[in-house]
């Protein structure tokens, strides 16, 4: 069974950057597509980004196109968010998760099978 843990998640000044990691065991990333995703108390858990491991195709969500990128490195078998430029409407617990869809299908909570517990990512002055 796959397992995912998050990491990397801290407090960050606006303007700052994080690099977020999710490592894998029990399976190996390349045979699924990862995805992050985000949720703000309050708010509903929403689709930040995702790579396919089969066809490396990413996908952002709008409101983090050109800030945010993912990757993936096969040799420490983890998936990566680079986020920069961060605004405090990024603040949020981030997750990845995993879909054994080969491409990525979607940047929606339902499509995703496999999550790990979160990181918190808090943007502040």
């Known amino acids: 069974q796959l397992q995912l843990v998050e990491s990397g998640g801290g407090l960050v000044q606006p303007g700052g950057s994080l690099r977020l990691s999710c490592a894998a065991s029990?399976?190996?990333?390349?045979?699924?597509?990862i995805g992050w995703f985000r949720q703000a108390p309050g708010k509903e858990r929403e689709g930040v980004s995702c790579?396919?491991?089969?066809?490396?195709?990413?996908y952002y969500a709008d409101s983090v196109k050109g800030r945010f990128t993912v990757s993936m490195d096969n040799a420490q078998n983890a998936v990566y968010l680079q986020m920069n430029s961060l605004e405090l409407e990024d603040t949020a617990a981030y997750y990845c998760?995993?879909?054994?869809?080969?491409?990525?299908?979607?940047?929606?909570?339902?499509?995703?099978?496999?999550w790990g517990q979160g990181t918190q990512v808090t943007v502040s002055s």
């Open positions: 790579i396919g491991g089969r066809d490396g195709a990413m």
């Open positions: 998760a995993a879909t054994t869809w080969y491409s990525c299908p979607s940047l929606h909570t339902s499509d995703f099978e496999a």
């Open positions: 029990g399976g190996t990333v390349d045979y699924y597509s």
